[in-house]
Nanobody
Framework: QVQLVESGGGLVQPGGSLRLSCAAS????????MRWYRQAPGNQRELVAV???????NYVDSVKGRFTISRDNAKSTVYLQMNSLKPEDTAVYYC????????WGQGTQVTVSS
């Protein structure tokens, strides 16, 4: 059974930082493309960051220079380091693993507010 379990969300003030984690099980993690998405209330789910098996990364323009995606294949875990957080980063953040199949985590809430 495939599971993706996110953690690390919470409430943070503008300008603060959070690190999200997504631990995968039931898949050969190292061959999967790993992505972080987010969805704010009333909005469509948005792709935030991608990490390929080969180590390439890509980001949506709104988070470039502030967020960093990384993966630890030995731990089957992908991370999203989020710095200089803004209120508009408030959303539920989802982990996604894709190869031939597409798997999702349950999401973790990130709220940026003073």
């Amino acid at each position: 059974q495939v599971q993706l379990v996110e953690s690390g969300g919470g409430l943070v003030q503008p300008g603060g930082s959070l690190r999200l984690s997504c631990a995968a099980s039931g898949i050969i993690f190292s061959v999967y493309v790993m992505r972080w998405y987010r969805q704010a209330p009333g909005n469509q789910r948005e792709l935030v960051a991608v990490a390929t098996p080969g180590g390439s990364t890509n980001y949506v323009d709104s988070v470039k220079g502030r967020f960093t995606i990384s993966r630890d294949n030995a731990k089957s875990t992908v991370y999203l380091q989020m710095n200089s957080l803004k209120p508009e980063d408030t959303a539920v953040y989802y982990c996604n693993a894709v190869l031939q199949n597409n798997y999702w985590g349950q999401g973790t809430q990130v709220t940026v507010s003073s």
